[in-house]
């Protein structure tokens, strides 16, 4: 699988909590590293701050074996923070703005080599806050004409309709949790309460080839291009730790899923056990190659 080079474009960051505690993420990083885990060769997008910070991530990304030649490096901007406040046991999040990853070069993109194996193209909502990352990732959609996965975040105040209508037009497989399947489909006019009816009229409004619906402890469900139905059973979470990262978990068995070509229902029930075993971890990552190991062998995919 070496040879598959699915472009994961957005943000690289570190959730800064008011203990002094950081702890490294970003929803696309996140899922870069569980594919390098799995034996793809991802290249990941991003930009960083010439600064602490910035060199701990080459360095963990180093250490992890990725590739580093899609990181940019930023001057005038520092690597992306979120300040995490936590009161009587409940986070609240501060995405700051201006933030080396809402500057990705697209002069830079621009000379990633077209000639790389690269089926799909991965992107978030975040890292479109700014025009300088969204004319970026609209240079990489239009030099690769690849299937492109994207995977919704509402952090508000950083999306707009405008912005995410743009964005999902061009996609091919979109993943969302149910809330905000809830809070678009009010956009056009859907006033049904029930979940399928309106993943259905959002296909019907995108024309996408998948959507993919998580519901937390609850499972998920598919919609594809025949408005079929696919679900998949929740998956007990053995030693539960945190669910920091287990929707991005869940995108990285997708897209693994989308590559192989799997049956949909194989592709949410797998997603699935890997969000809930990333659920039995403290953060969003690993650096345990066994559990990767674990499940490619389990679904009969080999990493060479």
């Known amino acids: 699988m070496r040879s598959l080079r699915p472009i994961i474009f957005g943000e690289v960051l570190f959730d800064v909590f008011d203990t002094g505690s950081e ?4 929803a696309p990083f996140n899922v870069a590293w569980h594919l390098q885990g799995f034996g793809l060769n991802p290249l990941m997008i991003s930009r960083i701050g010439k600064d602490e910070r910035g060199k701990r991530i080459l360095r963990y990304m180093k250490q992890w074996q990725m590739d580093l030649s899609g990181m940019q490096q930023d001057d005038q901007h520092p690597t992306g923070i979120v300040s995490v406040q936590v009161q009587q046991g409940q986070p609240t999040f501060d995405i700051v703005p201006d933030q080396a ?4 070069d697209p002069k830079v993109v621009n000379r990633i080599p077209t000639k790389i194996n690269t089926p799909l193209i991965y992107h978030g909502s975040l890292a479109l806050r ?7 990732l609209n240079t990489l959609i239009t030099r690769h004409k690849s299937d492109i996965f994207v995977d919704i975040n509402l952090r508000d105040p950083w999306w707009s309709l405008e912005t995410l209508d743009a964005v999902i037009r061009k996609a091919h497989f979109v993943k969302l949790n149910d809330a905000e399947l809830r809070q678009l489909a ?7 309460d029930n979940l399928p009816t309106m993943a259905k009229a959002f296909m019907q409004h995108y024309d996408a080839t998948a959507l993919i619906v998580t519901l ?3 499972g998920a469900f598919m919609v594809d291009k025949d408005q079929q139905i696919h679900h998949a059973d929740p998956v007990p979470v053995a030693h539960l730790k945190d669910t920091v990262g287990a929707g991005d978990a869940f995108s990285a068995v997708s897209i693994l899923g989308f590559l192989q070509q799997w049956p949909f229902t194989d592709l949410l029930q797998r997603a699935m056990a890997f969000a809930s075993a990333i659920c039995s971890i403290q953060g969003a990552t690993t650096t345990n190659r066994a559990l990767y190991q674990k499940y490619l062998k389990e679904w009969g995919v080999h990493d060479g």
């Open 23 to 26: 702890v490294l993420g970003g």
């Open 216 to 218: 937390g402890a609850e």
């Open 186 to 192: 009010k956009n056009w006019s859907q006033t049904s």
């Open 101 to 104: 990853y809402d500057f990705i």
């Open 130 to 136: 700014q025009k300088p990352s969204t004319r970026a």
